[in-house]
C-alpha cells in the first residue's frame, strides 16, 4: 500500500516535470559505468596478486563513497538548472507565477530522486560486480570463482543497462544488450593486456 | 411567525483556463473535482500552444467557490483567463 502511493507519487513527479526519459538514460548509463568501474577493480585487484578482503574493503569504500558524491552532484546541479529553466519558461508562457504550484514542488523533487537514480545505480553496479571477488576473499575460497562471479554480474549489468536502452528507443533489445556487454568484454581483454604490460 | 432568510449558491460555473500541458487534462480536472462542493467536472481543450494549452472548464456543484477553484487551478499551475458563465441559485432558509 505504502510502495504502491511512493511510486504512485514518483510517477507523478516524473511525469509532471518529464524527467521519466533523463531518470531512465541515467540509470541505464551509471549501470554501465558503475559495472565497469567495478570489473576494472577486480581485474586490477586480481592481476596485482593477492589482497586480503579488509584491504579490499579499504580500497572499494572510498571509491563507492567517491562515485556517490559525484553522481548525486552532478545530476543535482544540471538537473537543478533544467527545472529551473523549465519554471521560467513556463512563467513566461502563462504570464504567471509558479513557486507554490505543484509543478515547481514535483520540480524539486524531481531533481533529488533524478540524483539519486544518478548516485546509486552506479554505487549498486560497483558494489555488486565487486561483491562476489570481496567474498571470494574473505572466504579464502579460490579467487578465480570470485572473479569469474564477477565477470558474470558484470556481464548481467551491461545487458540490462543496454536493454533498457534497446526498449525504451524501440532499437530491439537484444541488439544494444549485446553491445553494451561486448564492450565489456572489450575493457576486460584491454585491462589484461595493460596490466600485463606493466 | 417563521422568518425566511435568502442566500445564494454557485451551482455551475464555466471557466477559460490557461494551463501548462503537465499535468494533463485528467490530472487537472480530478485536481478541481477534489475540491469540497464539486460535483462534476466537465473539460474540454480549446487550443494547444508549444507549451501551454487553453482549458474550458464546466464545474458543476453546490455551493462553489471561486477562490478555492482559483486557488486550485494556480497550484496545479494554471490560470484562469475569464468567468464565462455563472449559475447562481437562490436557497430560502426558514427560521
Known amino acids: 500500500m505504502v510502495l504502491r502511493r511512493i511510486i504512485k507519487r514518483l510517477n507523478l513527479t516524473f511525469t509532471l516535470t518529464e524527467t521519466t526519459d533523463i531518470a531512465r538514460r541515467y540509470f541505464s548509463l551509471q549501470i554501465f559505468d558503475g559495472a565497469m568501474v567495478g570489473i576494472g577493480l577486480v581485474f586490477g585487484f586480481h592481476i596485482s596478486g593477492f589482497h586480503g578482503y579488509e584491504s579490499l574493503l579499504r580500497a572499494i569504500i572510498p571509491i563507492l563513497i567517491g562515485i556517490a558524491i559525484s553522481g548525486y552532484t552532478g545530476a543535482f546541479v544540471s538537473e537543478r538548472a533544467e527545472q529551473a529553466y523549465r519554471i521560467r519558461r513556463l512563467e513566461r508562457a502563462t504570464l504567471t507565477e509558479m513557486s507554490g504550484t505543484m509543478l515547481a514542488s514535483a520540480g524539486t523533487q524531481a531533481t533529488i530522486f533524478v540524483s539519486l537514480v544518478n548516485s546509486l545505480s552506479a554505487v549498486t553496479a560497483t558494489a555488486l560486480v565487486s561483491t562476489p571477488y570481496i567474498l571470494a576473499s574473505a572466504l579464502k575460497a579460490l579467487p578465480e570463482h570470485g572473479l569469474y562471479l564477477s565477470m558474470i554480474i558484470c556481464l548481467a549489468l551491461l545487458s540490462l543497462s543496454g536493454s533498457v536502452v534497446g526498449k525504451t528507443t524501440g532499437i530491439g533489445v537484444l541488439r544494444t544488450a549485446l553491445q553494451m556487454a561486448g564492450a565489456g568484454v572489450v575493457a576486460a581483454a584491454l585491462i589484461i593486456l595493460v596490466e600485463s604490460a606493466l | ?95
Open chain 2, 1 to 95: 411567525m417563521s422568518e425566511h432568510r435568502e442566500s445564494t449558491s454557485i451551482t455551475r460555473i464555466v471557466l477559460d483556463v490557461l494551463k501548462p500541458h503537465q499535468p494533463n487534462i485528467v490530472d487537472f480536472s480530478r485536481g478541481v473535482a477534489s475540491l469540497r462542493g464539486v460535483k462534476k467536472v466537465d473539460s474540454s481543450v480549446l487550443e494547444v500552444d508549444a507549451e501551454t494549452e487553453t482549458i474550458k472548464l464546466v464545474i458543476d456543484g453546490a455551493d462553489l467557490s471561486v477562490e478555492k477553484i482559483d486557488e486550485v487551478i494556480k497550484r496545479l499551475g494554471g490560470a484562469i483567463h475569464s468567468i464565462d458563465a455563472v449559475v447562481i441559485e437562490k436557497l430560502e432558509h426558514k427560521k
